[in-house]
């Protein structure tokens, strides 16, 4: 396969999340939940929330909601209300909405995380550390398993403009990616 | 049906007994819109429907702001 120019686009150029959302599904990325709950993000994707008819989401986003619950210091005056904020989140969460990645869909993934982390080596983000490896792969995953049933990933990561990249230009990945907004 | 099938709802025996009264109309409204007029297959798509129903949306939006209190530095490691 040759080689494609991919990056990050001006912020300008991503498309945008719609109040009135289409019946296709959606998936909703980590920090869709985070976000909302924490009341920071724009007024729009309260409104697209509050009219979405069918939302999925993806088992790594379910993992790092969980991440929270493992990470946050139980001695902290908050953390039971975060904790049950989190697990009020997970209840709401019907395990058919859950998409579980296959096997050759974790092997999809880590090619498309590998391309995007070659695709910005030496622009301002890289992917250097361990932690980046593993939050590209979650999104990758993410990606991967949205675009197997047609769903349109609800997030502000801009990664996710990068996976975008290659459904443009090449059959193989599919996906529709709508940022929120890059705070 | 297709989701009620993926969470693992109609696997197994079919077993519950159901004996219902509906009105004509309601239930050739139904079964016109799902192409049969087998009573068990109306039934079991509109029991799939209800049990599968999505309301993860419009709750999450119920919830704005329910963290908004919490410590800054607590919310930051809740972002990955």
């Known amino acids: ?183 | 049906m297709r989701m009620a099938t993926a969470a693992g709802l109609t696997d197994g025996p079919k077993t519950k007994h159901l004996n219902a009264k509906v009105t004509p109309a309601l239930f050739a409204a139904a079964a016109a819109r799902l192409g049969t007029q087998s009573p068990s297959a109306v039934i079991e798509a509109a029991l799939a429907a209800l049990a599968t129903q999505d309301d993860l949306g419009p709750w999450l939006a119920d919830q704005w702001e329910s963290l908004a209190h919490v410590d800054p530095d607590l919310l930051a490691e809740m972002n990955l």
């Open chain 1, 1 to 183: 396969m040759p080689s494609i120019k991919v990056g990050y686009r001006d912020h300008a150029l991503l498309p945008m999340v719609d109040v009135v959302p289409s019946k296709r599904p959606f998936a909703l990325d980590t920090n869709v939940f985070v976000n909302a709950l924490a009341g920071r993000a724009p007024a729009e994707l309260r409104t697209l929330l509050a009219n979405l008819p069918l939302s999925f989401v993806s088992a790594s986003t379910i993992a790092e909601l969980s991440w929270t619950l493992g990470r946050l210091d139980p001695d902290h005056s908050q953390t039971s209300a975060v904790v049950g904020k989190i697990e009020a989140v997970r209840a709401r969460i019907a395990p058919g909405k859950i998409l579980v990645p296959s096997a050759d869909q974790w092997a999809a993934a880590g090619i498309l995380a590998g391309r995007a982390a070659r695709a910005i080596s030496g622009e301002v983000r890289s992917i250097k550390t361990a932690f980046d490896r593993i939050g590209l792969m979650n999104d990758a995953v993410t990606a991967t398993v949205a675009a197997a049933i047609g769903a349109t990933v609800v997030t502000k990561d801009r990664d996710f403009d990068l996976f975008s990249s290659w459904s443009r230009r090449s059959t193989w990945f599919s996906m529709t990616e709508l940022p929120i907004d890059y705070l």
